[in-house]
């Protein structure tokens, strides 16, 4: 009996570090494959063509730097960059403003038909944009809206309302009410409420949307590629297919292409990372 309880005190104690060293080995498994193809693109981005076409792991013999010259040539990509920037701070500066001023109108007032708005935000979040191109082209088509330094930033900001209105919404029902009615007795307007008020106590989520829909607006794809035809208007991804041709694509240097292009996400996650942890959190936890 005294040997069967050692083995199972030692069973018991044994248990739990295997389970443990069993959930670390699966994190571990699970950060290297979401890291090792960051460097992947980056270390194959310094060989030759034809050492890539050899071996796609391999590292390289030596550090191919030509690459990243030749993709600035080929792809202009100081312009591209240039017009992604623009259309990205447009886009998350009108995202920030009307999710704000709507997400605050949502958690202060109570009107006839909140609900049904609040739900069209959600429902907003299920729809994908895909199986909206067709008509969102046919429509700017119609208008003339297509192939202006403009026509990104109008279905950026259109598409991007929801998910930062819920943030801003939550995050603003979880703020005492009794900080603004003091601000009214001492004669301050719904609007000044609104913006000295509320918003210096809202900077931790205004800071998380705005990072979020930079990252979203500064990646997006489909939009840019069905809207813009004008090659001087094109966006940093759209450049990325300057690297294929008919019949093949030089790899190095669209690794090169991909790394320059997503340095200024990088910087701007790696600078502010916490503040989006922060941010969606206390949303979360406040609403």
Known sequence: MELELRKQRRILKIAPRFASLAVNAIMFIFTFSCIYPLVWIVY??????????????????????????????????????????????????????????????????????????????????LVPIHALLVPIYLLFKDWGLADQWYTLIIPYIAFNLSMPIMLIYSYVTGIPREIEEAAAIDGLSFSGTMFNIVVPIAVPVLTTVAILQFFACWNEFSFALVLLNDESLRTVPLGMSYFKSQYSTNYPQLMAGMVMSMLPVAVVYFAFSSRIIAGVMSGAVKG
Do not use: C
């Open 44 to 125: 194959s981005s310094l060989k030759t063509q034809p050492e890539f076409a050899n071996s796609i792991l391999s590292l390289p013999k030596n550090l191919h730097f030509a690459n990243y010259v030749e993709a600035l040539e080929l792809t202009n990509m100081l312009q591209l960059s240039w017009n992604s920037a623009r259309v990205t701070f447009l886009s998350v500066l009108g995202i920030v403003i009307v999710s704000y001023v709507t997400g605050y109108i949502a958690a202060r007032i109570d009107f006839k038909g909140k609900k049904l708005m609040i739900f069209y935000y959600l429902f907003g979040m």
